[in-house]
């Protein structure tokens, strides 16, 4: 049941990039890849520096290369989209192998291309390197409001537990001879939703006795007070640093 | 001496009109261990749902120490009262272990070295200070069991109220429970289908049935009644 | 009684498998009312469309979840804005819905929101979509609720499972969370004004919203395009493309949203902040509602949805253009990567006349959407039983 889906990217090691804390890794890679979004698509040397930049960090985290490629593969049907671009794009212009190609679809195709791939790289390399509730937990230090960081950790904490529920119901069904191949077999696999509904939202208020009993009073208690020290931030941010100064360079040099 | 936890004429009936409670009372003495027992249905994990204020009774009283159960004295009877859930998973809910044993002594307004304390002492109390940075999901059956009772062990609960401890532990599991539960000098009332765990751990049982206490007594004389324990679809398996 | 159902009861009674949502009491009624609705008028033969539940991640799976560069960085800022801006109020308006227990019970329905888009099912020619979830969540439980579990669940998506780009998550969040909750539960209410108060009408009213809102989310992205391309694509082409592929997407998650409510509202109904509304008499009703009405209705609904939203951009696509400069879309998009070919060279870019490309991709939007959708009706009327 797509349960490669629910299974996080996290590749155990023990990297200075995977000590680092989350929130200096969450917006280091945002930084980064807002640096590449904006980089003018004809600086290709620049993004030439970007993959370097990522290939460096691989290599640094120990996350295995063939790990990274094969999550690329998530971006594979925008590829596809791009590589239509010299195709359909308007303004035929290009003559090559006996082709007509559009040069404004060519430029689309690479810039599309250059930026989903390293942005994706760079998302992979962040859950490559933080365990998913560290990744909440660094959004919490980041000033995301509680309640959502609280409604993120809830998530996470019990994904595995509804997609393990939904996992056995569909062994029980599969037990039964259930294998759907038409829509017209969908009941079940509906029924089996609206019953992992009922499930999640009873096992809700379940946890929310538990939290009473507990004394919750409506705010999660703040028990996270540590914080990243200036030297932890600036090794985390030298990435994006860097790629502003080739972004710069870039935008310049045009 | 005041009991622990006492409880007279609770009265409690569904929003659907089912009837759970119809007039329940008892008490546990503190530092007494006392099984409740009973078949499916009989309201047991009802009446445990009330003791702490989760569930407020229709009519009737329940008392922990000096206090009785009211909106101004809800906050500290149920940091008094140590609610075990049946199932762990709904229980611990935090990332970690070392953050769901916190969260009941944060709530309580510790923090710092005394949080810490009581983290400490709460893991240490059922030896599992090693699990701390745990994930909740990855724990073995029988140390979820065990790291649910520290959490609400690191409040320091005049009694403990377990519900269904043994369910799904492998013998190990429950014989280390047992060890664990017997160390603590803490009032505790047990709501288990395991008679052979109640023989064991507490002198005195309690059987209900439809939402009434129908028996109270020494739990070796209550469990060698087969008439009544066959009343009250209870069974004493067979022992070689 | 369908002869899968019979097939899993007496299996029941001979094996004795836990966890199966179906047999009694329950959630197995709804599906049989549901059944029997379909089975007004439904038709003999065998059934050959559409499937669901494909279990391997591999292949190609229809995503939705754009990665970074997608759109403009303009764009990506701006829908970020609108989805920040919208997010915070659905927040507030979650808490009072929601007090204390939003929490947790937001948390773990994100949880299942999540487990249930790995529900996937091929959709056309080898692409296959999974459920997005975004208009069952708010009919499950409200619109401010269900667009904020849904946000949570793409936002994590992205950053734990590098599932769409971290700059594209403005436009992520838009049409996968809010667009969906929203306009889902906008339909649904409209819908729900139209068909009975019964539980039929709830069921109907879902997968009339759950499709028209998966419709509605690939025609905002269509419409993000033409503010923020980042490729000479055309408007009309990109919006013919997507909502083309997103009528059939719609068709599935249709029928499994509503069939998934039918399923809750057989067991709690309490539970469907969309039937609030209903006592517990009129869910008793089965209400034999007017599947044929459903079907069409829906067909009518989207083509509609369909057609007034391109012919506002073919016929004026001066207007958009107007609004796309006065925000300053072009400018920045000019920057970046899409140059002046979608904005002005609008006729000469794509196929050149745009009424009759239009024309030609509705006509044949129309005849597949009802092909599937007599496909489906055959799908899922009950069978005759077997004998054994």
């Known amino acids: 049941m797509g349960a490669g889906h629910a299974h996080t990217l996290y590749v155990h090691e023990h990297s200075l990039v995977h000590r680092l804390p989350p929130e200096t890794k969450v917006l280091s890679a945002f930084l980064f890849v807002a640096v590449v979004a904006i980089t003018p698509r004809e600086a290709i040397w620049a993004f030439g520096a970007y993959a370097a930049m990522e290939a460096a960090l691989v290599g640094f985290s120990r996350v295995p290369v063939r790990f990274v490629l094969s999550r690329l593969i998530a971006v594979a049907p925008f590829v596809v989209f791009a590589l239509f671009l010299p195709f359909i794009g308007a303004g035929k212009n290009i003559d090559l192998l006996g082709f007509s190609l559009s040069s404004e679809g060519t430029w689309a195709m690479w810039n599309i291309l250059a930026k989903a791939t390293l942005g994706a790289t760079a998302s992979i390399l962040l859950a490559a390197t933080t365990e998913v509730p560290e990744i909440v937990r660094g959004f919490g230090r980041l000033r995301i409001p509680p309640v959502i960081t609280g409604i993120a950790s809830f998530m996470i904490r019990y994904l595995e537990v509804i997609a393990g529920e939904l996992a056995r119901m569909r062994t029980a069904m599969t037990a039964r001879g259930y294998d759907p191949r038409w829509l017209s077999q969908a009941r079940p696999i509906a029924a089996s939703a609206g019953t992992l509904f009922v499930r999640s939202y009873e096992r809700g208020e379940r946890v929310y006795d538990a939290m009473l009993s507990r004394g919750y009073n409506g705010v999660m208690p703040a028990l996270d007070t540590r914080s990243a020290t200036t030297r932890e931030w600036l090794g985390a941010l030298a990435l994006p640093l860097l790629a502003a100064a080739v972004a710069l360079i870039a935008v310049t040099t045009l | 001496m005041s009991a622990a936890v006492e409880v007279a004429d609770l009265h409690y009936t569904y929003p659907d009109g089912q009837s759970a409670l119809a007039g329940v009372s008892f008490r546990v003495m503190p530092g007494e261990r006392v099984a409740l027992l009973g078949p499916n249905g009989a309201g047991k994990t009802t009446l445990a749902h009330h003791l702490n204020g989760i569930r407020r009774a229709d009519r009737g009283v329940v008392a922990v120490g000096e206090l009785t159960l009211g909106d101004d004295t809800l906050g500290e009877i149920r940091k008094r009262v140590g609610l075990v859930f049946q199932n762990p998973d709904d229980q611990l809910f935090m990332p970690t272990v070392g953050e769901d044993v916190a969260f009941g002594p944060a709530n309580l307004g510790l923090s710092g070295n005394e949080l810490e304390d009581a983290v400490s002492s709460g893991l240490g109390a059922v030896g599992a200070n090693d699990l701390r940075g745990r994930v909740p999901h990855h724990l073995s059956g029988g140390e979820r069991r065990r790291v649910a009772l520290a959490t609400v062990l690191a409040m320091n609960p005049s009694i403990l109220v377990l519900d269904e401890p043994t369910s799904g532990l492998d013998p190990a599991g429950r014989r280390e429970l047992i060890g664990v539960l017997q160390s603590l000098d803490v009032a505790q009332l047990v709501i288990t289908h395991d008679l052979y765990f109640a023989l064991e751990l507490c002198s005195r049982a309690l059987i209900m049935d439809e939402g009434v206490i129908v028996a109270d007594g020494e739990t070796a004389g209550l469990l060698s009644d087969e008439q009544l324990l066959s009343r009250h679809r209870l069974e004493m398996p067979y022992r070689a | ?388």
């Open chain 3, 1 to 388: 009684m369908h002869l899968r159902d019979d097939l899993l009861h007496r299996e029941v009674a001979t094996g004795a498998i836990q966890d199966f949502p179906d047999p009694e009491p329950g959630l197995g009624e709804p599906i049989a009312t549901i059944a029997e609705q379909f089975g007004q008028f439904s038709l003999n033969g065998h059934t050959e469309i559409l499937l669901v539940a494909n279990d391997s991640q591999q292949g190609l799976g229809w995503r939705m979840h754009a990665p970074d560069g997608f759109l403009t960085a303009g764009t990506a800022v701006a829908t970020g804005a609108i989805s920040v801006g919208t997010v915070s109020v659905a927040l507030k308006q979650a808490k009072e819905q929601m007090s204390e227990k939003m929490v947790p019970l937001a948390g773990i329905t994100a949880a299942f929101v999540f487990a249930a888009q790995m529900f996937n099912f091929p959709v056309a020619a080898g692409t296959t979509g999974h459920l997005l979830g975004g208009a069952l969540a708010a009919i499950l439980l409200g619109p401010h609720i269900g667009a904020l579990v849904v946000t949570v669940v793409v936002v994590v998506q992205a950053l734990a499972f590098a599932d769409g780009g971290l700059t594209a998550l403005g436009y992520n969040v838009l049409n996968m969370a809010i667009i969906p909750a929203y306009g889902g539960f906008a339909v649904y209410s409209g819908f729900r004004k139209l068909l009975p108060k019964s539980k039929g009408g709830v069921v109907a009213a879902t997968g009339l919203a759950a499709g028209i809102s998966v419709v509605l989310s690939a025609a905002a992205f269509s419409i993000q395009w033409l503010f923020g391309a980042s490729a000479p694509v055309p408007f009309d082409t990109v919006f013919g493309a997507m909502v083309g592929v997103h009528i059939l997407i719609g068709i599935g998650e249709g029928l499994i949203s509503a069939l998934t409510v039918g399923a809750v509202l057989a067991s709690r109904p309490d539970l469907v902040f969309g039937a609030r509304d209903l006592h517990p008499a009129q869910l008793q009703e089965s209400g034999k509602v007017p599947l044929r009405a459903f079907i069409i209705g829906g067909l009518a609904v989207t083509l509609l949805v369909a057609t007034v939203v391109s012919q506002f951009a073919v016929n004026n696509p001066d207007g958009l253009d107007f609004v796309a400069e006065d925000t300053g879309f072009i400018s920045s998009a000019e920057e970046h990567s899409l140059g002046d070919s979608i904005f002005a060279d609008y006729a000469t870019s794509g196929i050149n006349n745009e009424a009759l490309s239009l024309a030609i991709a509705g006509t044949a939007g129309v005849l597949i959407t009802l092909a599937v959708g007599y496909g489906l009706f055959r799908a899922i009327r009950p069978r005759k039983r077997v004998p054994v």
